[in-house]
Every structure is written in C-alpha cells, then in structure tokens.
C-alpha cells in the first residue's frame, strides 16, 4: 500500500510519509508563471491542462508523498452558480448569500456539470502518478464555506456569519444541509475520477461556540463521512477543523474520519492523546518556519517528528505555506523528514 494510504489506515511509518498544504502555489516561479497564462484564478482552476500542471509542480521539485488536486474551495459555490472571483492581492469575492431564496437557489442540478472539468484534472492527475504517490481530492467542509457565502469574502471575524448562526438557526442549518449535499456529491465525483483520498477544509471551525460547532462542523462533516463511507469503505476521509482546539477529539471520535489535520497552534503531544488511536494526525510545522527556515526550522520539526513518533502521523504544516517561503526550504524540510 503506498505510504500515506497505509498511515491514513492507522498504521505508524518511520519516517512518517509527507505533503504540504498550499503545495502548489506563489512560492513557486514556475506556478507563477503558469498562473500567468490565464485570465483570472476561476479559469486557471477549470482549464484541466492548467490545473494539472500545477497540481504536478511541486512532485518534481520534492519527493512527496502526496499530490493534491490543485483547486479552491471556492469552486463549488461558484459551480452552484454563485458570482465568486478572485481579486489579485486581496482575495476571494463573493455576492453575500443573504435569505432564503439564496439558499434555495443553489443550483444543485447543474453543479455536476460546471465540475466537470475538475474532474478531467483529477483523471489526468491519477494517470501521471507513479505507484507510491497518493492523489488526494478535497472540498472546503460546509461550514467554512457557508462563511465565505454569507460574508463575501474573506472577514477577520466572520461576524455575520457567526450572527446568523445564533439569529437564524434554522435558515443556517438550511444552508449547512445543502452544503453537505452538494459537498457529498462532488466528493464522489472526484473519487470516481481518482482521488484516493479526500480532504475537508474546515478553515474557520474554531470560531464556533461548543454547541454550534457540534451541529455545523461535527454533524455536517459526520455526514459526509458516513455518505462517503458507505459508498466507498476504503477511502478516508481527512478532517481539517482548524482552530478547534480541545474540541479535536470529540470532532475525530464523532465524525469518523481517518485523520485530523492539527493546526499550528495545537500541541501535538496534547492534541494526539485526545484522538482516538487508530486515528491518524496530520500536521503540524507552523509555516513561518518554513519561511525562516535553518536551525528553527529544524528545530521545530524534529521536535513534531519525535513527539508522534509511534502513532500514525502524516507530516504537513499546520496551515498552507505561504507565499515568501523560499522553495530551498521546502527541500531541506522533506530531506530532514526522508532522512528521520
Ligand atoms: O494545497 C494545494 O496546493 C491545493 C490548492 C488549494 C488552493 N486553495 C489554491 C489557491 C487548496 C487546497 C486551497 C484551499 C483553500 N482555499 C482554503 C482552505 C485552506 C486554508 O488556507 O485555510 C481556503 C480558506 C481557500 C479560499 C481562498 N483561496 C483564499 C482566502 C484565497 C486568497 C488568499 C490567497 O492565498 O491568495 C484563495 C486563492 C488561492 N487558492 C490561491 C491558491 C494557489 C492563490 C491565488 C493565485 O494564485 O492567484
């Protein structure tokens, strides 16, 4: 079984397989380069030959273990017809979903069809790899993209969000339903074509009180899994539910998922003894360390490698890498793993 296949089924490996988060992307100059041959970042992730190449990239500069289908999480709610776009240096922009007609106007019938060309990329992508390295697909996990919906964009708090959360329950809880169908969907689709893992995105899960995350983050993403499980038993699923905090093991004891994705600020030690054994971490090098690499760096991930030594661990960041990272650092990073 290839190597990250085998931790995500609750097996430890010495040296622990490796991929990045944000793998593909501006640190690169070649990504930048190629990002340069289309008009905007919608159009770039649905050209199949475009997003393939960037999913290719970064596996032949470093020896991962992982390639993951370059794409957003915002491509669903623009395949369920929602204007997004990408505004260079400022981020995504959304119309703000806003009533009950917006929600019952995602266009759940014609979403297959927009995504089609995300799928021809994972065909493509599954067909370049070699025997040992695992294509994971992913989508944002229905909360996280229920926030960049209501807020249109990026937000430092999410506050309309989290308000409507509390104010209109049963609209919200609407909203999060369709999400999770829609997210089932596209996960299956993206299995079929080849993806031998999927990933959810729950970027912005901690920002809820206790209550509400159970219902929107582990009763949404409890769903997915339990849809995807049924229909496909050996493909796990990875949780992502960043900012969670102590709520982690309760989130991987109730969902099922395969792994959880620790974020920069979790103690791994901590964190992994409130997961349940056979569930895999994933994480969790903070990405400022990458950027400033030498001793902290090596500092920093020994110090993750020792403390999950043992139990089943996939090494990643413990959020994307960010643009100003030297590419040189990113090798030093998988030599220093390889090598453990
Ligand atoms: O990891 C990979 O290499 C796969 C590709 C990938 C991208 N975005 C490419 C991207 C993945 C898995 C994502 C996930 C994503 N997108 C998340 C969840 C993870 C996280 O970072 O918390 C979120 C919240 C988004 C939404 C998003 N997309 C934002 C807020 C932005 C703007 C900020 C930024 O970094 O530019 C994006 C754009 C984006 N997505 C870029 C890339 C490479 C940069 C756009 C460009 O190249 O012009």
């Known amino acids: 079984m290839k190597p990250l296949l085998r931790v995500l089924a609750g097996e430890p490996c ?17 990504y930048r380069s190629l990002r340069a041959q289309a008009r905007d970042f919608i159009e770039f992730c649905m050209t199949p030959d475009l ?15 992982a ?8 491509i669903l709610p623009w395949a369920l017809g929602r204007n997004v776009s990408f505004v260079d240096g400022e981020g995504p922009a959304l119309e703000a ?13 014609a979403m297959p069809e927009r995504v089609a ?42 506050a309309a969000t989290r308000r409507m959360a509390h104010a209109e329950p049963e609209l919200f809880a609407r909203l999060i339903d369709r999400l999770v169908a829609a997210t089932i969907t596209y996960l299956a689709a993206q299995i079929e074509a080849g993806a031998e893992a999927v990933m959810l ?41 960043r900012l969670a905090g ?7 004891a109730a969902t099922g998922v395969a792994a959880v994705g620790l974020d920069t600020a979790a103690d791994p030690l901590l964190a992994t003894s409130l997961l349940p054994e056979r569930v895999a971490a994933q994480g969790n090098l903070d990405p400022t360390a990458l950027v ?21 661990h996939v090494f990643n960041l413990g959020h994307g890498v960010m643009p100003a990272t030297p590419p040189e650092h990113v090798a030093a990073l998988v030599e220093l793993v390889r090598a453990a």
């Open 14 to 30: 010495w040296p622990p397989p490796i991929w990045l988060m944000r793998q593909a992307g501006r640190y690169l100059p070649e």
């Open 51 to 65: 997003a393939v190449e960037a999913t290719l990239q970064p596996l032949r500069r470093y020896d991962f273990d």
């Open 67 to 74: 390639a993951i289908l370059f794409s957003d999480i915002l």
């Open 97 to 109: 979903l806003q009533g009950a007609d917006a929600i019952g106007g995602l266009d759940m019938v």
């Open 117 to 158: 060309p995300v799928l021809e990329a994972v065909r493509r992508i599954r067909a370049a790899l070699d025997t040992r390295t695992t294509l994971i697909g992913f989508a944002g996990a229905p909360f996280t993209v229920a926030c960049y919906l209501i807020e249109g964009g990026s937000s430092s708090d999410f």
């Open 201 to 241: 995105f729950d970027s912005w899960a901690g920002i809820l009180p206790p209550y509400l995350f159970r219902q929107h983050v582990v009763g949404a993403t409890a769903q997915i899994v339990s849809s995807l499980k049924a229909r496909f038993p050996t493909v796990p699923v990875v949780g992502f539910p």
């Open 246 to 252: 102590l709520s982690i093991g309760a989130y991987a």
């Open 292 to 312: 400033a690499g030498g001793t902290a760096l090596e500092r920093e991930a020994r110090a993750i490698l020792e403390a999950l030594r043992g139990r089943p």
